[in-house]
């Protein structure tokens, strides 16, 4: 299905990943609440996360791009 | 901050700028004067107010500039210039009000001379821009600072500015060429290597080029750089490695940075408090094990065919010194996002564990190899005792990188990152912090380092330091200064050169 759907953009649950970093995504990594309690944290929608972690990528591939026309791999070197 | 914004200069030289520079060139309102006032260094934001030019001027041209300089010059006003605000030793801050040259608008590229290598540029464009403009040309210019998105190439001169590449490309002083330079008393100078612009060396009359690269605007404000180009690296190649302690990560360090490959553009070495701060918060390392406590991580630049065989040398030294390859997401990864750490918003630990917004201080110096490990040592003792009484400070850890242009063995740029809780500054709290400035140069100086490789040594507890640290040298700067600044008009406070006034000559 496509579209947008309130329902979806309620996070998932936590799940705990150390004694101090929760995680709701896989690879999105949050500080424990229990932390944050001086800076309230912020409640986001799914797809903000989803955003803001898209953008993150896209930005490192913009920068490997903008110094050199390709990145070598040391997987690749030594295989 | 809150309140009327006085403006402490006669309308009739409001209005003489205003002729100068055109009613868009001048600004007096509240949030042009406000938002040029600090630096992203920690900053006494309780006395905010103490800092706010009077005035911000936008020149379009050295001609402008020339006249504005002047009239300042005339008026006994002070001139602080300011590129993008990004430094980090408070040499675009203004300390005495007045006038605020923004350079900004001076942000043309007015030559690109593929035949001799050259781009000649305004001081109000970021190297960012300049790139995606040179970039179908086949050339880049390669000063790569942390803050490369969103710093100039005018602030990069004023500072002195470090590279994260400089070990294969050089650094600011090493790739800006020749200078157009607006003097104290509105004179306009070319300097470089010799009487030309595009000349990389000449042995004609004195080297002035260096006297005004890291003058932290006190000597004069730059209109014009011309600059050097490289080819566009054909290849990108970044490795990070893990160690079980300090030692064997140091003597990696060592062995990278001494491998002698032209292409290696930089070496770098993260301590365990460093491993521990970006295990809490970093995702590349959050899940990394216990066992990992150093990081030694390399970038190499340049054609496929030079890089490729020295990519594979430097995998085979890095093994054989201890170090386990963390592999190609984290390697690319984490140094793509090295080129850009001013976009990272900042967080710290209060000494309970609960997250509070910190600003993030970094205390660099210049130290030889052979003394990082003592000095690591002694410079975290000391941030653990202000952390324990002040509560407001936090170890974000230290790294060491290759700080040679081209040489990159002998000494290091060596930070210690401090987050600091500004909105719980007052001027006990602000006074505690210089305090542990002054203790870190004391160290930094007593194993015969150099307060900054990279910031500048300008601000409070780094420069009560400069005499010591230059002796004799700091006497010439003085007597430079009052012989190029006759009224002190240009950035004054600035390096303790208010004393240039003081003495009998």
Not at chain 2, 3 to 19: F, S
Not at chain 2, 47 to 64: F, I, K, N
Not at chain 2, 82 to 106: E, F, N, Q, S
Not at chain 2, 250 to 278: I, M, N, Q, R
């Amino acid at each position: 299905m496509i579209g947008f759907l309130l329902s979806r953009q309620h996070p998932p649950e936590p799940r705990r990943i150390k004694d101090d970093v929760v995680m709701r995504f896989d690879h999105v990594y949050e500080v424990d609440p229990t932390l944050m309690q001086t800076i309230a944290q912020d409640d986001m929608p799914a797809w903000d996360t989803h955003r803001i972690v898209a953008h993150r990528w896209d930005h490192l591939d913009w920068m490997h791009d903008h110094w050199a026309d390709a990145v070598l791999s040391a997987e690749d070197l030594e295989e | 901050m809150t309140g009327v914004l006085p403006v402490g200069i006669a309308d009739h030289v409001i209005d003489e700028l205003r002729g100068i520079c055109g009613d868009d060139g001048v600004r007096v309102d509240r949030p042009a004067r406000v938002n040029r006032t600090r630096v992203p260094a920690p900053f006494r934001v309780h006395r905010w107010a103490e800092h706010v030019p009077d005035v911000v001027v936008l020149p379009r041209s050295t001609e402008q500039t020339a006249e504005v300089v002047r009239l300042a010059n005339r008026e006994r006003i002070p001139v602080v210039p300011r590129a993008a605000g990004t430094g980090l030793t408070d040499g675009a801050t203004p300390l005495r009000h007045g006038i605020l040259l923004d350079v900004k608008r001076m942000n043309q590229i007015r030559d690109i001379d593929l035949v001799d290598r050259t781009v000649t540029v305004g001081p109000g464009i970021s190297m960012l821009k300049l790139n995606e403009v040179l970039r179908p040309h086949g050339v880049i210019y390669p000063d790569d600072p942390a803050s490369y998105p969103c710093s100039m190439v005018g602030g990069r001169i004023g500072t002195g500015g470090w590279s994260l590449i400089g070990a294969r490309y050089g650094h600011t002083r090493d790739l800006v060429i020749s200078m157009t330079v607006v003097l104290p008393t509105g004179d306009v100078v070319q300097v470089g290597d010799g009487g030309g612009r595009k000349l990389r060396k000449a042995s004609t009359g004195f080297s002035l080029k260096q006297l005004f690269m890291g003058h932290e605007g006190t000597l004069g404000v730059v209109t014009e750089a011309t600059l050097e180009l490289v080819p566009r690296p054909e290849v990108e190649f970044a490795a990070f490695f893990g160690y079980p302690d300090y030692r064997t990560a140091y003597e990696s360090t060592g062995a990278l940075a001494k491998s002698g490959f032209a292409t290696l553009a930089g070496v770098v070495l993260f301590d365990e408090w460093k491993l521990a701060y970006l295990r809490r918060d970093d995702e590349a390392y959050i899940e990394q094990p216990e066992s990992l406590r150093a990081v030694v991580a390399l970038a190499a630049y340049g054609n496929r065919a030079e890089v490729t065989p020295a990519a594979r040398a430097l995998m085979r030294i890095g093994r054989e010194t201890g170090g386990d390859y963390l592999g190609d997401e984290v390697s690319q990864g984490d140094w793509a996002a090295r080129h850009d750490r001013y976009a990272i918003p900042l967080h710290g630990r209060a000494p309970d564990g609960q997250v509070v917004p910190m600003s993030w201080h970094c205390e660099d110096a210049a130290l030889n190899y052979s003394v990082l490990p003592q000095v690591r040592e002694e410079w975290h003792a000391i941030v653990a005792r202000y952390r324990e009484r002040y509560g407001i400070f936090d170890d974000w850890g230290m790294f060491a990188y290759t700080n040679g242009a081209y040489k990159p063995w002998g000494d290091y740029l060596v930070e210690i990152d401090v987050g600091i809780w500004e909105q719980q500054l007052d001027d006990e709290a602000w006074e505690g912090w210089v305090n542990c400035k002054r203790e870190i140069t004391e160290v930094t100086l007593k194993y015969g380092g150099s307060i900054s490789a990279c910031h500048g040594a300008s601000r409070e507890g780094d420069v009560e330091y400069v005499p010591t640290e230059l002796g004799g040298a700091f006497d010439v700067m003085k007597q430079i200064k009052r012989t190029l600044d006759p009224n002190n008009v240009m950035n004054p406070g600035t390096y303790l050169l208010d004393q240039a006034y003081e003495e009998t000559p």
